[in-house]
């Protein structure tokens, strides 16, 4: 049995993602199928990003048929019921998402499976905001945006067989919600190579970003999705990282646009963004090309 | 147009589809907006008031279905969008963008992609100071 050790707080930035995909894509690369121990025992952070990635991984080596066992935590407290409230812990050990109870003590919105996209994706997101604080119409419809952008995205392209899954947590000291939505299918630059030849992994990521270009594999594609979710989110000065094969990108306020290459291969999309939801007025964002 | 025209209103919430999918709403009210051109009215309000959500796969999908059963220039002389948020009438200008310059290069042929920018050569001098700095 292989064992792959997170021993370090998995916070939701890309460094810390990234070393966290680096060693679940090391431990399940291996054929033929074995089986497999996540060892959590030191970790002592675990945040949507990391729970959206271990979900999405975990659904798809269930699929294929292999085991997975896990080392839960020592503490703290507050880490431990995470795994429970954020649904991980039912993931894990019966390999499906199943309901989990909503805790006021902790702003987690239960992982959520996507196999098909829908107008309602985001709204148990804004429900889990709603709890804690209200929220301009503006923005609810910003952050469903943002959601359904990813989540259709995934129903158009990735051809996931598990789906995608998405993590949710408001952090109510730093009025923000973050969002992580993460899939395991054929990634960005399959999808885009049937159309395109200079498809290197940055190059794309570079494109679908600023809006150069298009999948227009079917009908409903215009190439728009994540350019519009970059544009809400640097203009409400949120953060957006996107994992993309060997590519990465990020968003952070009041910087560039960031490109780098992952020295590893994740095989799928991941998207994170976090939201400020203490601001906002009519007439902030601008969509579009100028 | 003017207040005499005949006029028929569509409600973009009268279209969802049961499971909630964009696509197939969006499908629904293209749909009905291409009947109503059919009929005699003059003009055809689409109302996205209440529409909650709607991402640009949900513009790209109704734009596209309107320009390929009517031409998208001449649908749209007859058709008045009323919007229920800044942000939806933003995505809906950035769908119908992307759908113009595609029927472009669909016309024109593809645009030639803009050339990379080439950093410019050095001079000898310069080559000459750094290697000797180093």
């Known amino acids: ?290 | 147009m003017d207040a005499t025209d005949r006029k028929q209103t569509l409600l973009a919430t009268d279209y969802l589809d049961s499971e909630g999918s964009a696509v197939n709403s969006a499908i629904a009210l293209a749909n009905a907006v291409v009947d109503a051109l059919n009929t005699d009215v003059d003009v055809v309000e689409v109302s996205l008031v209440g529409l909650k959500g709607a991402a640009s796969s949900y513009f790209n999908v109704f734009l596209r279905r309107v320009d390929e059963a009517c031409g998208l220039d001449g649908a749209l002389e007859h058709v008045r969008m009323r919007f229920g948020s800044r942000v939806q009438e933003m995505m809906y200008r950035a769908s119908m963008d992307a759908l113009k310059r595609g029927i472009r290069q669909r016309d024109d042929g593809p645009t030639p992609e803009p050339a990379e920018a080439v950093p410019p050569k050095r001079s000898w001098l310069v080559r000459l100071f750094r290697r000797n700095r180093a």
């Not at chain 1, 370090?8 to 966290?20: E, H, Q, Y």
């Not at chain 1, 995934?154 to 996931?160: E, K, L, N, R, T």
């Not at chain 1, 094969?245 to 306020?253: D, I, K, L, N, Y």
């Open chain 1, 1 to 290: 049995m292989d064992v792959c050790k997170i021993d370090f707080n998995v916070n939701d930035d890309l460094s810390s993602v990234g070393a966290f995909l680096e060693r679940l894509q090391h431990a399940f690369r291996r054929e033929p199928i074995h089986q497999v121990q996540i060892d959590l025992e030191r970790c002592q952070y675990l945040g949507p990003d990391a729970v959206a990635c271990l979900a999405a991984v975990i659904a798809e080596q269930k699929h294929v048929g292999r085991r997975i066992r896990v080392q839960w935590p020592r503490g703290p407290r507050r880490l431990l019921e995470y795994c429970t409230y954020s649904g991980l812990r039912n993931l894990l050990e019966s390999g499906e998402v199943l309901a989990v109870p909503w805790n006021p003590a902790h702003n987690v919105l239960p992982l959520q499976q996507f196999k098909k996209a829908s107008f309602r994706d985001a709204d148990p997101v804004i429900a889990l905001i709603q709890r804690e604080t209200s929220l301009s119409d503006d923005l609810q419809e910003y952050l469903r945006i943002c959601v359904n952008e990813v989540v259709q995205n995934i129903q158009d392209h990735a051809a996931s067989v598990v789906g995608g899954f998405l993590s949710a947590r408001y952090m109510a000291g730093a009025q923000e919600v973050r969002v992580a939505i993460v899939d395991r299918g054929k990634g960005i630059r399959s999808t885009l190579s049937t159309r395109y030849a200079d498809t290197d992994d940055s190059n794309c990521l570079r494109r679908v970003l600023e809006g150069q270009y298009t999948a227009q594999s079917r009908i409903n594609n215009a190439g728009l999705g994540l350019s519009n979710l970059r544009a809400i989110v640097s203009q409400l000065n949120g953060r957006l990282a996107i994992v993309a094969e060997r590519s990465s990108a990020q968003v952070v306020p009041r910087q560039p646009l960031r490109y780098n290459t992952m020295p590893f291969r994740f095989g799928g999309t991941a998207v994170f963004f976090t939201l400020p939801t203490s601001q906002l007025g009519q007439g902030v964002v601008t969509i579009g090309r100028d």
